[in-house]
């Protein structure tokens, strides 16, 4: 059951301009939502998270948005880095710890 | 702080076999999750142990089993391997957060890579 897309599975952006990631949910229950960051041959790394009653949340060059009616989440990475060049991945969280995420977004900065 | 460790890391084994991973986490974490992650399907829930319970369940089959222990230390099995659970798997650490409900930021291992033959 796919409750967390993420649709684009790559994206390109040249350094210095704006990343945008988006994910979709289906689950109007969850109660967080977050992003990680994996480099190749690690685990993923936690970003940013953002409550369900929130609509935006700041850290950084870091930032996520939550448009509730739309079911819709998206981290905006200004300005972009070479060093941010990784996979990027959204999940939901519900019942306390159980998450769903996304497929992952491939994050390309080119220099 | 020595982060979230997962042995072994590489494993190769032959369909109808057996596996055990292993985890440890953070000291101080008592969730721990478990995921397995292939090409284009993301990170898949597994299950989530928490004080030596199992708290939260993925849709997997009854093949794939956990355990967690009193140092908060925890295994997953899978029996009758199948092609299609070579995998990487990840194991993942959480926190009590300030109000007394476990934290939603995981700090994950760097996986288990499960090759099955």
């Known amino acids: 059951d796919q409750q967390v897309k993420q649709n684009s599975p790559s994206l390109s952006v040249q350094e210095g301009r704006i990343s945008i990631l988006n994910c979709d949910y289906t689950n109007s229950m969850f109660d967080y939502f977050l992003w990680y960051k994996k480099y190749p041959a690690e685990g993923p790394t936690f970003l940013i998270s953002i409550s369900s009653i929130k609509d935006k949340n700041e850290d950084g060059r870091f930032t996520v948005f939550l448009n509730k009616s739309a079911k819709h989440l998206s981290l905006h990475i200004v300005p972009s880095q070479p060093g941010d060049s990784a996979v990027y991945f959204c999940?939901?969280?519900?019942?306390?710890?159980?998450?769903?995420f996304g497929s992952g977004t491939k994050l390309n900065v080119k220099p | 702080k020595a982060g979230v460790t997962q042995t072994p890391r590489y494993l190769i084994k032959t369909r109808g076999q057996q596996v055990t991973l292993s985890c440890s986490p953070i000291?101080?974490?008592?969730?721990v999750s478990w995921y397995q992650q292939t090409p284009g399907q993301g990170l898949q829930f597994l299950f989530e142990?928490?004080?030596?319970?199992?708290?939260n369940k993925g849709n997997f089959p009854g093949r794939f089993s956990g355990r967690q222990f009193s140092n908060s230390r925890s295994e997953m099995n899978v029996s009758t391997l199948e092609l299609g659970d070579s995998a990487l798997y990840l194991c993942a650490s959480s926190k009590m957060g300030p109000s007394g409900t476990t934290s939603y930021e995981q700090y994950f291992g760097p996986g288990t890579r499960l090759t099955v033959t």
């Open positions: 999940a939901a969280r519900i019942n306390f710890n159980k998450f769903y």
């Open positions: 000291s101080g974490h008592r969730s």
């Open positions: 142990y928490f004080s030596e319970t199992q708290r």
